[in-house]
C-alpha cells in the first residue's frame, strides 16, 4: 500500500490483494462488533472486547457497570460507523483511494482498531517477539506499517 499526502490530502495506493486483505478484515471486525454486548458478563471476558471497550472503574463494579451502561453504545456506533466508511471507501479490485484529512484520520483509528484485536489475540506486549511465520503476526505488522505510514505522512 502506498500512501502519499499532498497538501490537504491523503492518496492511498491500494493493490487488489491488499484491497481483499482489507475488505476481509473490515467486514470480521464489524461482525464482531455487532455481535459483541460488552454489557454482557461474558461477552465482557473477552479480551479482545475488554481491549475495546475498557472498564471506565476498576474497583467499583457498580460504577463501571454504570459507564458501560452510559458510552458502550455509543462507542460501539462511533466505532462501527468509522469502519462502514472506511469499508466503502475501500475499492475492490484495488486502486486510489484520496482522503481528506478526516478521512485520513478514521482511517488511522481503524486501523488502530484492527491492530489492537490482533495485538491481544498475540498477545502483544513491549516485551513480546513476534514469530515471523505466523499468518496473524504478519497482519498485525502489516497493519502496523499501514497506520505508521499513515501518521508520517500525516506529520509532513
Given amino acids: 500500500m502506498k500512501i502519499k499526502r499532498r497538501g ?16 476481509d478484515l473490515l467486514d470480521d471486525f464489524g461482525a464482531m462488533l455487532d455481535a459483541a454486548d460488552p454489557g454482557d458478563a461474558v461477552t465482557a471476558r473477552n479480551p479482545v472486547i475488554q481491549r475495546l471497550f475498557p472498564d471506565g472503574y476498576r474497583d467499583d463494579e ?3 457497570q454504570e459507564y458501560r451502561d452510559l458510552v458502550v453504545e455509543d462507542l460501539r456506533a462511533a ?14 479490485a484495488g486502486g486510489r483511494v484520496e482522503l481528506d484529512l478526516e478521512g485520513a484520520d478514521r482511517w488511522i483509528r481503524v486501523l488502530n482498531d484492527l491492530r489492537l ?10 516485551e513480546t517477539e513476534l514469530d515471523p511465520a505466523d499468518d496473524l503476526a504478519q497482519i498485525y505488522g502489516w497493519l502496523t506499517a499501514v497506520q505508521d505510514t499513515f501518521v508520517t505522512q500525516l506529520m509532513r
Fill in 79 to 92: 466505532r462501527h460507523a468509522r469502519l462502514q466508511v472506511c469499508r466503502a471507501e475501500i475499492p475492490a
Fill in 8 to 23: 490537504p490530502l491523503v492518496r492511498v495506493d491500494i493493490d487488489s490483494a491488499e484491497s481483499g486483505i482489507l475488505i
Fill in 117 to 126: 484485536a490482533f495485538g491481544v489475540q498475540l498477545g502483544v506486549s513491549e
Fill in 62 to 64: 457498580d460504577a463501571a
